[in-house]
């Protein structure tokens, strides 16, 4: 079995069906359902004995330890983090608790898991972090892209948070020899993203006939990644990634939100002249 947290959130979600579509190994899903999840998500494999889901808060140390005490998994992804940029800056505590505290919560009952495994299981076990490019800071498009040696330079306390939970994941490695794998992912789009981010906010406001708020001067650069995609990338850093490395995770698209909302709204209209 492998442990999913956040697993109802957007890139979780998109994961768990992945996963139930592709492997036969059983899969929890650990979810404080907090105003980003949605189970509905997942409504299509909830009564497979395969898939169960426990309602937790990934920062409830006790009751981690006794879930993985219970089903002694081989992995554990995390995924559960507060993930909105506008949301961290109005209200950084929740960014703070969950993306820190909740990592460091984890990765302390998962050492506690780790250390009363026997010596082949601990070979195979892995703490998986599901990071964000936003830890290397902005770009400009005369910029390279950020690889796995870019300085952190992160500008919002979500970004900071993110990076503070990857300093943890590291540490926890180095110190204590926790088998962590950290993955850095760009932008990701896609089906099951809570309105509140970029590309579903602008085509919700699109079809209720109100404004495109873009932040700035919409020249903010980002690079997208299909989630699906994304997912991929993270199914194969568990089978073959490296313990205590790093891997940036990108899709070769750098565009600017200008570009992203026009785009959309492009394919949005020619969308509704069909419907027509
Ligand atoms: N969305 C992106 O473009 C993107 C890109 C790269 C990396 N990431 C990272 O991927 C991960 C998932 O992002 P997302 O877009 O799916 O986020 P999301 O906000 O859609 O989902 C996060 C999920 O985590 C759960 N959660 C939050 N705090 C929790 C806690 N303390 N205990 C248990 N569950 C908790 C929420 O209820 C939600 O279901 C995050 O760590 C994020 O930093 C996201």
Redesign the pocket.
């Known amino acids: 079995m492998i442990f999913v ?8 979600s998109n994961f768990i069906l992945k996963w139930m579509n592709s492997s036969n190994e059983d899969i929890l899903n ?5 105003y ?2 949605n189970l509905k998500n997942l409504d299509s494999i909830s009564s497979d004995s395969r898939y169960k889901f426990v309602e ?4 409830d140390q006790n009751t981690i330890e006794a879930l993985l005490e219970e089903h002694k998994p081989r992995a554990i992804l ?7 940029v506008d949301k961290s800056i109005e209200g950084p505590d929740a960014f703070i ?3 820190i505290l ?1 990592t460091f919560s984890l990765l302390s009952a998962s050492l506690n898991f780790y250390k009363t495994l026997e010596e082949e299981k601990r070979d195979k076990f892995r703490f998986i972090h ?5 830890v290397f800071g902005s770009l400009s498009m005369s910029d390279p892209s950020s690889d796995e040696e870019s300085p952190y330079k992160p500008n919002s306390p979500y970004s900071a948070s ?1 990076a503070a939970s990857d300093h943890l994941v590291r540490a926890w490695f180095h110190t204590y020899g926790l088998p962590t794998i950290t993955s ?5 789009y896609g089906p099951m ?2 309105t509140e ?1 970029l590309i579903p906010l602008m085509i919700t406001n699109a079809i209720n006939g109100k404004n495109l708020p873009i932040y700035g001067d919409g020249k903010n650069i980002r690079d997208w990644l299909y989630v699906e995609d ?1 997912c991929s990338a993270i199914i194969k850093i568990l089978e073959k990634g490296r313990v205590g490395e790093t891997y940036n995770i990108g899709g070769n698209s750098e565009k600017n939100n200008n570009e992203i909302v026009s785009g959309n709204m492009q394919d949005f209209r020619s969308y509704v002249s069909k419907k027509r």
């Open positions: 947290t956040g697993g109802a959130g957007f890139i979780g650990i979810d404080n359902l907090s980003a999840a937790a808060n990934i920062q995390n995924f559960a983090a507060e993930s909105h608790n969950a993306n909740g599901i990071s964000t490019d936003e993110k850095n992912c760009t932008n990701n993203q809570f981010k994304h």
